[in-house]
């Protein structure tokens, strides 16, 4: 199955191949259209699971030994890779652990609210949108990697990367256990609740230079970036 979207008045649409939508119970995956460089500080934030140094700007995850790069984008510091920390169910794309390495792995909702290390956490609904305020927007241009996308159909999807977020397209996990869209499309989850089953989000696609915003049933599994508390 392979999502695409349309833009129509300032939000997009995913609609599924074939008459087929990603629907989660009665929920559709919907989405709608919407400062940088690394840390300077030369301190260090330290906790039990990890610390940020300023001068190298990567975080290191005590809990597992993963590295991540850091910037600070606006008022907010993010991890400039999508999160790998292995908790619950949570999934590595195809079920193949070097798409981990490459995208970073797949949680649904509650495993992504607890996924972050201690000085971390699921960035919310406002947090997302302080980052689209702050890019403007064509950010999904500015936050995409400058090579990775666009793997099965375009050469024109790359982005400029110009805030250093390096955004990569990890796709998703519907919940028939199979895996979409890998090399076309991302989706974070955010902390924000829409109803007891359905959380918001944000996206990129191939063929778009906005940031989305959608929301969906928790049980699906898309990628998480963390941002500093």
């Known amino acids: 199955m392979r999502l695409r979207s349309w833009l129509a008045h300032g939000r997009a649409v995913l609609l599924a191949s074939a008459a087929v939508v990603a629907v989660v119970g009665t929920g559709w995956l919907m989405a709608c259209g919407g400062g940088g460089g690394g840390k300077e500080s030369s301190s260090e934030k330290k906790s039990e699971q990890g610390s ?128 979409y869209n890998a090399g076309t499309y991302s989706y974070w989850w955010s902390a924000t609740e829409l109803a007891a089953s359905y959380a918001y989000g944000r996206n990129m696609y191939y063929d778009y230079d906005n940031v989305g915003e959608f929301y969906n049933g928790k049980e699906y599994g898309f990628s998480v970036r963390c941002v500093g508390d």
């Open 52 to 179: 940020v140094s300023g001068k190298s700007g990567k975080f290191t995850d005590t809990r597992d030994g993963q590295k991540y790069r850091i910037v600070k984008i606006g008022n907010h510091v993010w991890m400039a890779e999508n999160l790998r920390y292995k908790i619950g169910d949570s999934w590595c794309y195809g079920n193949d652990d070097s798409k981990c390495s490459q995208y970073g792995r797949l949680y649904d909702w509650n495993m992504a609210k607890r996924a972050c290390p201690s000085g971390w956490h699921l960035p919310s609904k406002d947090e997302w949108e302080d980052l689209v305020v702050e890019v403007g927007s064509t950010g999904g241009k500015k936050l995409k990697a400058s090579s990775g996308w666009n793997e099965r159909w375009n050469e024109n999807g790359n982005g400029t990367d110009e805030y250093g977020f390096s955004a990569l397209p990890g796709g998703h996990r519907y919940t028939d256990g199979g895996f």
